[in-house]
């Protein structure tokens, strides 16, 4: 098209004038690109950024999270007849019977630009649950064919697919330790007469501290992690545990809790990041214990703790 309008006006240079006719009947009725409807797939709320999902993966219970996504078809401008554009849905690693479409087709109205929204969800992880390491998925959604009577309706260039990524976080452990956190429903126990402690070997003042209500110093370490444990005498209902320290630069910035059944087999709860002079751990659920291990992972060039307490549900 650019050539002719180049050659008639290079006639109208060498010629003079050149004369131009009308369209006819015909030429109006003709299909071209300048009157067609272009078929596009969107993202439902297409004025924000392409969504992205991850999912937590917990160690002995499996992947949590689920992915929901809202796509729609549409025209960049209407036609008199009804288009129907087959949607497909395809993600890595995870096979086709999981991802999950509200429907195969999208359908633009006549008159309108835009279709009902299909969701395409996936909230089965069967398939990756045995991998343990960060993975990184793609879902891929797209365009398969278009189908209507009308004769200007095409495939857009672009937007003909849209991919969602998917971040499946590394396997942990469960989290039961929430820190900055005092429990609901818990009273702090601070009375310690009838508890028994044991510290590791190393630290300052085991047999005398302000830990175990045994004497005015605190129990202290330089820059070492130590741990100590704790018999209550009888089981606790417990929620949470409660620390005190000189400062926040003597106190540690990350501790692993423990419980057992008889005080030499323990069960980690895990490990939690804390700061701070007052620290104030609570528990994903109440825990029936007797014995408890408090155990320092990360500590500065000197730490102590100068009390413990824990806090025991309210009957």
Same mark, same amino acid.
């Given at each position: 098209?650019?050539?002719?309008?180049?050659?008639?006006?290079?006639?109208?240079?060498?010629?003079?004038?050149?004369?131009?006719?009308?369209?006819?009947?015909?030429?109006?009725?003709?299909?071209?690109?300048?009157?067609?409807?272009?078929?596009?797939?969107?993202?439902?709320?297409?004025?924000?950024?392409?969504?992205?999902?991850?999912?937590? +993966?917990?160690?002995?219970?499996?992947?949590?999270?689920?992915?929901?996504?809202?796509?729609?078809?549409?025209?960049?401008?209407?036609?008199?007849?009804?288009?129907?554009?087959?949607?497909?849905?395809?993600?890595?690693?995870?096979?086709?019977?999981?991802?999950?479409?509200?429907?195969?087709?999208?359908?633009?109205?006549?008159?309108?630009?835009?279709?009902?929204?299909?969701?395409?969800?996936?909230?089965?992880?069967?398939?990756?649950?045995?991998?343990?390491?960060?993975?990184?998925?793609?879902?891929?959604?797209?365009?398969?064919?278009?189908?209507?009577?009308?004769?200007?309706?095409?495939?857009?260039?672009?937007?003909?697919?849209?991919?969602?990524?998917?971040?499946?976080?590394?396997?942990?452990?469960?989290?039961?330790?929430?820190?900055?956190?005092?429990?609901?429903?818990?009273?702090?126990?601070?009375?310690?007469?009838?508890?028994?402690?044991?510290?590791?070997?190393?630290?300052?003042?085991?047999?005398?501290?302000?830990?175990?209500?045994?004497?005015?110093?605190?129990?202290?370490?330089?820059?070492?992690?130590?741990?100590?444990?704790?018999?209550?005498?009888?089981?606790?209902?417990?929620?949470?545990?409660?620390?005190? +320290?000189?400062?926040?630069?003597?106190?540690?910035?990350? /501790?692993?809790?423990?419980?057992?059944?008889?005080?030499?087999?323990?069960?980690?709860?895990?490990?939690?990041?804390?700061?701070?002079?007052?620290?104030?751990?609570?528990?994903?659920?109440?825990?029936?214990?007797?014995?408890?291990?408090?155990?320092? /992972?990360?500590?500065?060039?000197?730490?102590?703790?100068?009390?413990?307490?824990?806090?025991?549900?309210?009957?």
């Amino acid at each position: 098209m650019k050539k002719f309008f180049q050659y008639m006006l290079m006639a109208a240079f060498i010629g003079g004038t050149v004369s131009f006719t009308s369209c006819n009947d015909d030429d109006e009725n003709q299909v071209n690109e300048w009157n067609m409807s272009y078929v596009s797939l969107l993202q439902s709320d297409y004025l924000r950024p392409i969504e992205s999902f991850t999912l937590k +993966h917990v160690e002995d219970k499996g992947i949590e999270g689920s992915v929901e996504y809202k796509v729609m078809a549409t025209l960049n401008k209407p036609t008199s007849q009804d288009v129907t554009v087959n949607i497909t849905a395809t993600c890595d690693s995870i096979s086709a019977d999981k991802v999950i479409l509200s429907s195969n087709t999208a359908t633009i109205k006549a008159g309108e630009t835009k279709s009902e929204d299909v969701t395409i969800s996936i909230t089965d992880w069967s398939d990756i649950v045995t991998n343990n390491a960060e993975c990184d998925m793609v879902l891929t959604i797209q365009m398969d064919g278009i189908s209507t009577t009308a004769a200007d309706v095409t495939n857009s260039e672009f937007n003909q697919s849209i991919k969602v990524n998917i971040k499946k976080e590394q396997a942990k452990p469960e989290e039961f330790l929430f820190f900055g956190y005092a429990p609901e429903n818990s009273t702090l126990m601070t009375n310690k007469t009838d508890w028994t402690f044991e510290f590791m070997e190393g630290v300052e003042n085991p047999n005398s501290n302000t830990v175990a209500g045994t004497g005015g110093n605190d129990v202290a370490t330089n820059g070492v992690p130590f741990w100590f444990t704790v018999d209550f005498g009888e089981v606790y209902n417990v929620t949470g545990i409660q620390t005190r +320290h000189w400062g926040a630069g003597y106190a540690p910035t990350e /501790i692993e809790v423990f419980t057992s059944d008889n005080g030499t087999d323990w069960k980690s709860m895990n490990t939690v990041q804390t700061y701070g002079s007052a620290q104030a751990i609570a528990f994903k659920e109440p825990r029936a214990t007797r014995y408890l291990k408090y155990q320092m /992972i990360t500590v500065p060039g000197r730490v102590d703790v100068t009390a413990f307490y824990v806090y025991v549900a309210n009957e």
